[in-house]
């Protein structure tokens, strides 16, 4: 698909994976529309990269936020790309060390962020897509989803966060079937272990640890990575109704 001059939507483009893909798709000539619940650090970013990319401030479990979001990015009627990068984890166990059983609110809350949140913009996304003019190919748009190598790979303590992200998983393909018939293409990446803000907050001896885990190379993800690896998805055609692992050959072990 030809990108230079299409639009895009990415959720939690304030920073970590979400900002480093607006960056990416901006320098490639795409109109970045970034939906952030960090108003500021949407306002910031969006500055830095310059009159290539816009912001909305809003919440992806609000549909009513995510219609405003959508809406924004498909003005001018040519919005080719939607990223969901918003969510986070969250950790506990199915019953804790004093045999209690897990809460049942946050595990309601990560599956609303990270399932919901989701789907809110991928569907409203895939319908402002429907309308544009299709390329030569046929092809529409394409929606990349984040799910992460938890959803193979869940560790102790990881039961609400797997659980989110298998979700993410699973709407890859029925999604992509569903799309089929108006030329829209839909993936998720799986990231391992990435620099994001997140992981910026251990000590550096467990950061170093984490990197080690790494099969090859022994370090941590980049954002740039992942988000070069959203604007191959965009230009390659033939790739859809996969999940691609991007974690270095990591499996992670069960803590």
């Known amino acids: 698909m030809e990108i230079n001059g299409s639009s895009a939507i990415i959720t939690g483009g304030a920073s970590g994976l979400g900002e480093a893909t607006a960056r990416k798709l901006a320098s490639e000539g795409v109109r970045v529309t970034i939906f952030d619940r960090n108003e500021d650090g949407a306002k910031a970013v969006a500055a830095e990269i310059g009159a290539n990319a816009n912001y909305v401030a809003g919440d992806v479990t609000d549909p009513e936020d995510c219609q405003k979001a959508v809406d924004q990015a498909a003005d001018g009627g040519n919005l080719r790309i939607a990223v969901n ?9 199915v019953i804790n060390r004093d045999g209690s059983p897990h809460d049942l609110a946050p595990f309601q809350f990560i599956q609303n962020l990270n399932v919901i949140g989701t789907f809110n913009i991928m569907t409203k996304a895939a319908s402002a897509m429907a309308t544009v003019e299709p390329q030569a190919n046929g092809e529409r748009g394409v929606i990349v989803n984040t799910a992460s190598v938890a959803a193979f790979d869940g560790q102790i303590g990881q039961l609400a966060y797997s659980a989110s992200k298998g979700a993410v998983v699973g709407m890859t393909l029925p999604a992509a079937r569903d799309l089929a018939v108006v030329g829209i293409r839909v993936l998720a990446i799986a990231p391992g272990l990435f620099n994001t803000p997140l992981l910026a907050m251990l000590p550096d001896d467990a ?9 090859f190379p022994k370090r941590l993800g980049e954002p740039s990575e992942f988000g070069a690896l959203v604007a191959h998805i965009a230009t390659n055609s033939y790739l859809n109704a996969e999940v691609i692992r991007l974690d270095g050959g990591i499996r992670m072990p069960p803590k």
């Open 207 to 215: 950061r170093n640890a984490l990197a080690q885990s790494v099969n």
């Open 85 to 93: 990068c918003a969510g986070t984890g969250w950790v506990g166990r």
